[in-house]
């Protein structure tokens, strides 16, 4: 495991009913594929040594002795090798049989996990067969040559690399209360589980649900594998299921109904259970209140492997999927509508004041505005949209503005700073030719200062319009666009701001915001270029916005390492960025969001509308003066 990340697999053999040598032969097959792929813990269907549907035959001594015997045999066949298998077999402990899982690794039966909850209703009628774990006194036994202590208490098995994992098997899951359960508030960050369910109409779905939800709840890793095609088709079909979830999300699900063995393979982010784990007050408290003694096995220590991200990293995860874009836009901008709607209510206020840039902030920031005037039954124009044209405004962002004020029947004020900074500076005696951080800051305060002036005079709010990603960077003048009376766009990250002003556009069917959507980002605080373009590019300057927000997604939201956060961004941005140009925006960001801290301890309120916010009252709390050298050391590992 490296980088936090345990490679698993969900195996589904090829099975004959009773046919031991046959599944056997079947079942290293696979291993064999799983260890040549580093897969470190693989899972196999429920009874899968003799086939789950062998109904009576599991009254023949004979079969289970059969069971004990092909057992030996893998065990002999992992001899030599490091993956982790657990396979189901039935097992013989005194009088009574259980369907248990083995988990088996080169050559040694690590443990024995017995099956609890027993289906005995509809197409199922285990206990006919079967004893539950609760009828288990613990003790020790033999099985397949080798000494086990089998037991009813929770079983946890950790890898030489500290993941910690347990086992279910498949009606267990279903139970209100799973084995799982207390596993995982004993310590198991990912669960196996060997399962036999037959397919019926609406079933899949239903449980590809059930295992999402059981792994958010408990915030595991759960790889699930049921048997397939092979399986007696007397009065109900298999189809093969092979799924692994991590904290409520599928990362993969094999072919259903395949008439072929099949093996799926994914990274479980084992450091990022914990992490969210450890940041849960609910689970830790959960975690105290459950008292678990749970019997721990150490698997056996591996060879070292060359390490390889192989599952796939989502390169803007604040963006929703496709088919959730709408629902999603729809839900932050009702967010963002009600957190400013609330503001207005309270001080009973009915005008806001804003500047107009002709950019995506300032777009989307009046967008809101208006929608929670509409929200609240106030009149338009009681929204003061001011565009404030500088040294470097265009006429393509400043007639954008015009229009989109115009569009939106809102009050309209054009004040141009020019004069007045001009002014300031012969007061302070800089040269207007520099064109350095005196020279941008200047611009930025004026444009605040007439905006909380007319605010002032109009009885109004200022409504800011600066967004995540900017107080991130501190990509903000410090009390100048940094500053506000409410904040819409506080918690709305700028690679999200583009989609939600993509989506209105397609909303409102108006041209000028997809325009606005196409003009490159720029503060616009030097001039223009000689044919009347931005030269001012802050993604030239700090870094495209894509790669930011990624970095600041899994900083703020998992608490990764830049080492770790520079190997996803890899995988995500591979054949869009090389690897030196990764590694020189996170060294950026790294010193951007530690040395610009001090500007976030005192921004204005605004609202929360992801699982990232970085409000000093609220998710971020960080001290102004923290060092960044342990970060950028970390990314020269």
Known sequence: MKYGFLKVAAAIPAVKVADVDYNIVQIESLIAQAEGQGVEVMVFPELCLTGYSCQDLFREQLLIDKAEEGLLVLLDFTRKLDVVCIVGLPVQIGSLLYNCAAVIQGGTLLGVVPKTYLPNYGEFYEKRWFASADDLSPQDVYLAGSPVHITSEPVIFSTCDGARFGIEICEDVWAPTPPSNRLTLAGADIIFNLSASDELTGKHQYLRQLLCQQSARTMCGYVYAS????????????????????????????????????????????????????????????????????????????????????????????????????????????????????????????????????????????????????????????????????????????????????????????????????????????????????????????RTQILMDVANRENAIVVGTGDLSELALGWATYNGDHMSMYGVNAGVPKTLVRHLVTFLAGEMATEVLLDIVDTPISPELIPADEHGNIRQKTEDLVGPYELHDFFLYYFLRFGFRPSKILVLARQAFKGTYDDEVIKRWLQTFCRRFFSQQFKRSCMPDGPKVGSVSLSPRGDWRMPSDASSALWLKDIER
């Open 227 to 446: 048997c397939g095609f092979g399986e007696s088709t007397q009065d109900v079909v298999y189809g093969g299921n092979a799924m692994i979830m991590e904290n409520g999300h599928l990362l993969c699900e094999g072919e259903r109904f395949s008439f072929q063995p099949q093996i799926k393979i994914m990274q479980i982010d084992v450091e990022r259970l914990q992490l969210e784990r450890r940041t849960n007050s609910t689970f830790i408290t959960a975690q105290s209140r459950v008292k678990c003694n749970p019997v721990n096995i150490t698997c056996k220590p591996v060879m070292s492997r060359d390490f390889e991200l192989v599952r796939p990293v989502d390169p803007h995860p604040f963006i929703p999927a496709e088919g959730k874009m709408q629902e999603t836009c729809e839900e932050i901008l009702n967010i963002q509508v009600a957190g400013l709607a609330k503001r207005l209510y309270h001080i009973n206020g009915s005008k806001a004041v804003i500047g107009i840039s002709g950019g995506l902030d300032s777009t989307l920031a009046l967008l809101v505005t208006v929608k929670a005037f509409d929200k609240l039954g106030l009149d338009r124009r009681g929204i003061i949209g001011i565009t404030m044209p500088g040294f470097g405004t265009t006429d393509r962002t400043h007639d954008n503005a015009v229009k989109l004020m115009k569009l939106l029947g809102v009050t309209a004020r054009e004040i141009s700073i020019a004069k007045a900074v001009t002014q300031h500076f012969q007061d302070i005696g800089h040269d207007a030719k520099v064109h350095d951080v005196t020279y941008e800051n200047s611009q930025a305060r004026e």
